[in-house]
């Protein structure tokens, strides 16, 4: 049987375009007097249509085609980068669209076009649209008018760091561009360009194998194993300016994150630090300019939340016969008792509360705390919070000290946070 075409429209650039290609979608199957898929297609094209608002570039046009009893819904847009599922997690703020489309459809798929990308899914009791339309195997591969590259050399690149940061810097841009959406129709344009530049990196780094549970990630996610020495990205020529959006969006996010705009956690300052480095190599290094190496965390800039702005009070904690250490969402110690300084070597809390938590974390370990400190934040997953696990910490006199450690996060009023950790010596 011969699809027909029961919608061919183009759809607004904002928030809107997700309800329309929702009654377009309903109206089609009205038509075809298949209520039961109804529910599913509706739900898909949704999250195909955010996909594209958020990740790709106008224009967007919806066709939706039905044959007997079978659907296909086809969306293009103007970003040639085709979309493809990430894993960030069961918990994460973001890259769990597609997965999502995978479960209610029968296939999707996506192929290039001259403009930019046809991004499709297909719902049939059978396989009565099989051979009448094209699937993304078929698609003759467009070049891109401009096929150079750049290849950027990222030395001492932190894995660990890098998908801390990928998730949240997602999460991030995603609430920037529909916050801005409405006001802005520019904020399409620019987050593309962010989420192109994020999608090139996310492609071409390794992800660093550590294991969820907390013995493999004791075991694993420590350095060296956890840093690229020497690492290669090749960044077509087009894309250049895309990293220059991504650094500027994530300067705007962060700004509204630290004044509580967004509902996404503020950037941490190693975090923030990553993104500075990442853009400014690709800003050197395509202008004929030399690499230069990832820096140590302790190079990452203050933090910008003061201590004292928490609502909670310390003496819980300063006056308590345990050995406990507490500390807020910008990884900075707050509090910290008398039997705890004892452990590690001091005897005056001065000397440690305002200090960063990493100057009680032996350095080959610096990498996998940021990293869990920010993907807690970001979604809450926290495979060490809770359990009894035994890690070693650093003395005042340098030395390491193997301590039994529980941590508790508490969350406090204004979506601050507050963790504490119990020591056993």
């Given at each position: 049987m011969t699809p027909e075409v029961v919608a061919d429209e183009e759809l607004p650039p904002d928030a809107t375009s997700a309800s329309l290609a929702r009654r377009l979608v309903r109206r089609a199957l009205a038509a075809a007097e298949n209520e039961d898929a109804l529910d599913a297609a509706q739900l898909a094209i949704s999250e195909v249509v955010t996909n594209a608002l958020v990740h790709a570039a106008p224009p967007l046009r919806l066709r939706v085609l039905v044959a007997d009893q079978s659907l296909r819904v086809e969306l293009s847009d103007g970003s040639p980068r085709l979309p493809a599922t990430r894993d960030f997690g069961d918990q994460?703020?973001?890259g769990r669209g597609l997965r999502l489309v995978e479960e209610l459809v029968?296939?999707?798929?996506?192929h290039p076009t001259p403009d930019g990308k046809v991004v499709w899914f297909e719902i049939s009791d059978g396989d009565l649209l099989d051979g009448l339309l094209p699937d993304a195997d078929e698609v003759e591969t467009v070049e891109a008018a401009?096929?150079?590259v750049v290849s950027i050399e990222l030395h001492r690149m932190p894995l660990l760091m890098h998908q801390a940061w990928q998730e949240h810097a997602a999460a991030l841009l995603r609430e920037v561009m529909l916050v801005r959406l409405d006001a802005e129709l520019s904020a399409l344009q620019e987050h593309a360009g962010a989420s192109d530049a994020l999608g090139l990196l996310l492609d071409q780094v390794p992800a660093a194998e550590v294991g969820v549970d907390p013995d493999s990630l004791l075991a694993h996610a420590v350095e060296p194993g956890v840093t690229v020495d020497q690492l290669v990205i090749e960044v077509p020529h087009a894309s250049l300016p895309s990293f220059a959006a991504l650094d500027v969006m994530l300067d705007e996010a962060l700004g509204l994150a630290e004044s509580g705009e967004l509902l996404s956690p503020p950037t941490q300052p190693e975090i923030q630090a990553m993104r500075l480095w990442i853009c400014n190599q690709v800003r050197t290094?395509?202008?004929g300019g030399r690499s230069s190496a990832?820096?140590?965390l302790a190079a990452a800039p203050p933090p910008r939340r003061r201590a004292d702005e928490l609502a909670w009070d310390p003496v819980e904690v300063t006056w308590s016969d345990r050995a406990l250490v507490a500390a807020d969402d910008a990884n900075r110690i707050v509090a910290i008792s008398r039997p705890a300084l004892e452990i590690l070597g001091h005897?005056?809390?001065a000397l440690l509360v305002g200090r960063r938590l990493v100057s009680i974390i032996?350095?080959?370990f610096h990498q996998a705390h940021v990293a869990g400190f920010t993907l807690h934040l970001v979604n809450g997953r926290g495979p060490l919070l809770g359990q009894l696990v035994k890690v070693p910490a650093l003395r005042r006199d340098g030395q390491e000290v193997e301590v039994g450690m529980v941590?508790?996060?508490r969350v406090l009023p204004e979506g601050r946070y507050l963790f504490v950790a119990e020591l056993f010596g």
């Amino acid at each position: 049987m011969t699809p027909e075409v029961v919608a061919d429209e183009e759809l607004p650039p904002d928030a809107t375009s997700a309800s329309l290609a929702r009654r377009l979608v309903r109206r089609a199957l009205a038509a075809a007097e298949n209520e039961d898929a109804l529910d599913a297609a509706q739900l898909a094209i949704s999250e195909v249509v955010t996909n594209a608002l958020v990740h790709a570039a106008p224009p967007l046009r919806l066709r939706v085609l039905v044959a007997d009893q079978s659907l296909r819904v086809e969306l293009s847009d103007g970003s040639p980068r085709l979309p493809a599922t990430r894993d960030f997690g069961d918990q994460a703020a973001t890259g769990r669209g597609l997965r999502l489309v995978e479960e209610l459809v029968s296939r999707w798929g996506s192929h290039p076009t001259p403009d930019g990308k046809v991004v499709w899914f297909e719902i049939s009791d059978g396989d009565l649209l099989d051979g009448l339309l094209p699937d993304a195997d078929e698609v003759e591969t467009v070049e891109a008018a401009d096929g150079t590259v750049v290849s950027i050399e990222l030395h001492r690149m932190p894995l660990l760091m890098h998908q801390a940061w990928q998730e949240h810097a997602a999460a991030l841009l995603r609430e920037v561009m529909l916050v801005r959406l409405d006001a802005e129709l520019s904020a399409l344009q620019e987050h593309a360009g962010a989420s192109d530049a994020l999608g090139l990196l996310l492609d071409q780094v390794p992800a660093a194998e550590v294991g969820v549970d907390p013995d493999s990630l004791l075991a694993h996610a420590v350095e060296p194993g956890v840093t690229v020495d020497q690492l290669v990205i090749e960044v077509p020529h087009a894309s250049l300016p895309s990293f220059a959006a991504l650094d500027v969006m994530l300067d705007e996010a962060l700004g509204l994150a630290e004044s509580g705009e967004l509902l996404s956690p503020p950037t941490q300052p190693e975090i923030q630090a990553m993104r500075l480095w990442i853009c400014n190599q690709v800003r050197t290094q395509s202008a004929g300019g030399r690499s230069s190496a990832w820096p140590s965390l302790a190079a990452a800039p203050p933090p910008r939340r003061r201590a004292d702005e928490l609502a909670w009070d310390p003496v819980e904690v300063t006056w308590s016969d345990r050995a406990l250490v507490a500390a807020d969402d910008a990884n900075r110690i707050v509090a910290i008792s008398r039997p705890a300084l004892e452990i590690l070597g001091h005897d005056d809390e001065a000397l440690l509360v305002g200090r960063r938590l990493v100057s009680i974390i032996p350095e080959r370990f610096h990498q996998a705390h940021v990293a869990g400190f920010t993907l807690h934040l970001v979604n809450g997953r926290g495979p060490l919070l809770g359990q009894l696990v035994k890690v070693p910490a650093l003395r005042r006199d340098g030395q390491e000290v193997e301590v039994g450690m529980v941590i508790e996060s508490r969350v406090l009023p204004e979506g601050r946070y507050l963790f504490v950790a119990e020591l056993f010596g």
